[in-house]
Nanobody
Framework: QVQFVESGGGLVQPGGSLRLSCAAS???????????MAWYRQAPGKQRELVAGISNGNSGNTYYLDSVKGRYTISRDNAKNMMYLQMTNLQREDTAVYYCNTDPPSQARPWGQGNQVTVSS
């Protein structure tokens, strides 16, 4: 069973930047080349939402939540089973726990612990 581990979060001031990383571990290490992947986030009292996705095709089509367009950039490195989320011009509304998973997610690929991003002055 694949396991996802997110890292790179932390406390940042409004307008700052962070780079999140997602690594796959466990029995399967080819998930990034097989499935479309995405970053999700969940703020307290809110539902988990997709913020950025990238297809598994050669084109690597990307898509974003409207509120993060122009500020977030998703990328992947299939050979390393790694995915990244470059976040710039962070705002208080970006504060959440960020998760990586396939798009769509599946019970066969459980959620990891996520990584906290806090935007505050």
């Amino acid at each position: 069973q694949v396991q996802f581990v997110e890292s790179g979060g932390g406390l940042v001031q409004p307008g700052g930047s962070l780079r999140l990383s997602c690594a796959a571990s466990g029995t399967s290490t080819t998930v990034f080349s097989i499935f479309g992947m995405a970053w999700y986030r969940q703020a307290p009292g809110k539902q988990r939402e997709l913020v950025a996705g990238i297809s598994n095709g050669n084109s690597g089509n990307t898509y974003y939540l409207d509120s993060v367009k122009g500020r977030y950039t998703i990328s992947r490195d299939n050979a390393k089973n790694m995915m990244y989320l470059q976040m710039t011009n962070l705002q208080r509304e970006d504060t959440a726990v960020y998760y990586c998973n396939t798009d769509p997610p599946s019970q066969a690929r459980p959620w990891g612990q996520g990584n906290q991003v806090t935007v505050s002055s």
